[in-house]
């Protein structure tokens, strides 16, 4: 039986003989968890706790398990159950490109047309054995001081170069038309979370020009500033110096223009610093670095990349007859699941709504948000027990109980995607957001898989670091074997002078250590 906090204060006034008998298992388990949620920094936040028995779906813990609660990320676990579920673990997506005009000795006169059609990473992230690669602390969080960034060791351009191979393949060596990005597959959106914010059906290296800062030899010196990927479509204007050893990086990127902008600051010697450029236009980013990659190969294509095409697009109609010369095809969905959910990409999360709106018929996000409901509806989730603006998690709109996360996870349990799911989870000290969130000795190391989420402010009056919300949702498997679903929200928590969110991940990380050695 769980027993609440006031129970145990009517326990604790109990004569000493009674009060020295074993207490049962539950609650030694309560009482543990309690110890730490009701510690004196929490005095102001809201706590909202739930965890049952997979097996049988009862009850081990819960704390005002139907409170609306500020999920943060956590928000992805119902976004990229509805998107598995609308299109599929195993569906891909083609990117195709289209001649408009004939072809004569190697000349097309008239426009080649690239249409996107939902591949969020265009072969960016694909690596050797055909999966999505990523790195725990994702390049897109550079600019947000989630620890050292870190790009993937794969080609942000191999999609385009893989489509222009093929186009020249085709025949053709010299475009006399333009170069057109078809971008019509969905309405264009903004992201519900930090890191690049437009979402359209296009993305190359996810919308950002990463800029890498190595330092200098010694002190002093000009530290070397070079761009992924590398394009005369953006101008930069570097101006960084070598600090000392173990001094904090002070990097700005200041825009200058629409495809312009300056670098200023101090790196430290040692290891190279990453910082990203987010990308406004990226229909007019991909045709430019489409444009490049056909001179690559060859292919003589005289559209200026400097601005972007006036050329009117034909009826959608038209492709159903139209000469295709390329095509690339995406990996699993899952891979895109998989680095969503493993690395809480904010761009990824908040398009899902969008290919979720087109595989039912409709191209906005509101449509998808819409269509997510009722895939939640249907899954068991009750109504009345989530709120969703966006994608992300980082909307204001954005509201659960940790009972409704648990109903996904039993609903999602029940479903064919469910592997593809779990498999997308970070693992706790293994990967992902969770990697660092406990000792590499910890008991619950490779236990625990589940979702991360993180909403900080700056309290300016006081200060102090805020955090809105930190939040951990999934499922682990307890010493004796028991395998358990669980959601832990608190939101509202003053940080002190130098807190941390990341500190507050690992009193979460510490109530599962709790779990592990303490539950059923």
């Known amino acids: 039986m769980i027993r609440s906090l006031a129970a145990f204060v009517i326990w604790s006034a109990l004569p000493l003989a009674l009060a020295t008998v074993p207490a049962p298992a539950a609650d030694a388990l309560a009482k543990s968890l309690e110890a730490i949620v009701d510690a004196p920094e929490y005095q102001h936040a809201s706590w ?56 004569n000795d190697g000349t097309l006169k008239g426009d080649l047309i690239l249409v996107a059609g939902g591949d969020l990473t265009l072969g960016g992230r694909t690596d050797k054995t055909g999966h999505l690669a990523f790195k725990d602390h994702d390049h897109t969080y550079a600019n947000s001081g989630f620890g050292a960034c870190e790009v993937t060791d794969t080609d942000p351009l191999a999609g385009l170069a893989a489509l222009a191979k093929q186009v020249k393949a085709a025949g053709i060596t010299r475009i006399e038309g333009e170069v057109i990005i078809d971008d019509r597959l969905f309405a264009r959106a903004a992201s519900s979370g930090s890191g690049p914010e437009a979402v359209t059906p296009i993305m190359v290296n996810d919308n950002v020009v990463d800029v890498i800062i190595e330092p200098g030899a ?193 609903g999602m349990s029940k479903r064919p995607e469910w592997a593809a799911f779990k498999e997308a989870l970070p693992i706790m000290g293994v990967d992902g957001t969770l990697a660092e969130t406990v000792e590499a000795d910890s008991p619950v190391r490779g236990k625990v898989f589940a979702k991360t989420g993180t909403l900080s402010n700056y309290d300016v009056a006081n200060e102090r670091p805020f955090m809105r919300s930190k939040a951990l949702a999934g499922t682990m498997t307890t010493k004796k074997g028991t395998t358990l679903y669980f959601a832990m929200i608190v939101n509202n928590v003053t940080l002190p002078a130098g807190g941390s969110a990341v500190d507050q991940g690992k009193v979460l990380g510490r109530l599962c250590e709790i779990l592990y050695t303490d539950g059923p």
């Open 48 to 103: 909202g706790i739930l965890v049952v028995d997979a097996g049988n779906g009862k009850t081990v813990y819960a704390r005002n398990p139907d409170m609306l609660l500020a999920p943060a990320s956590v928000t992805k676990l119902f976004t990229c159950s509805a998107a598995l579920i609308a299109i599929g673990a195993d569906a891909t997506f083609e990117t195709q490109v289209f001649r408009h005009g004939v072809v």
């Open 218 to 410: 010694s002190p002093g010196l000009p530290a070397k500033v070079t761009t992924r990927p590398q394009s005369n479509y953006f101008q930069v204007d570097a101006l960084v110096t070598t600090s000392k050893a173990g001094t904090a990086a002070s990097v700005q990127l200041v825009p200058t223009g629409p495809t312009q902008f300056a670098v200023r600051g101090t790196v430290p010697m040692g290891k190279p610093v990453l910082r990203i450029a987010p990308i406004n236009d990226p229909a007019h980013f991909a045709r430019a670095l489409f444009i490049e990659a056909l001179r690559r190969q060859g292919v003589h294509a005289s559209a200026p990349i400097a601005r972007p095409s006036d050329a009117a697009l034909p009826p959608k109609g038209w492709y159903s007859e139209a000469p295709l010369v390329a095509s690339f095809t995406s990996p699993p969905f899952r891979e895109t699941v998989k680095v969503t959910l493993k690395v809480s990409h904010n761009l990824y999360a908040s398009s899902l709504p969008c290919l979720v709106a087109v595989n039912r018929g409709h191209r906005t996000v509101e449509a998808g948000l819409e269509q997510e409901g009722k895939l939640l509806r249907e899954l068991g989730v009750d109504a009345d027990s989530f709120s969703f603006g966006g994608g992300a998690g980082g909307s204001n709109a954005d509201m659960v109980t940790p009972r409704a996360v648990v109903q996904l996870l039993q």
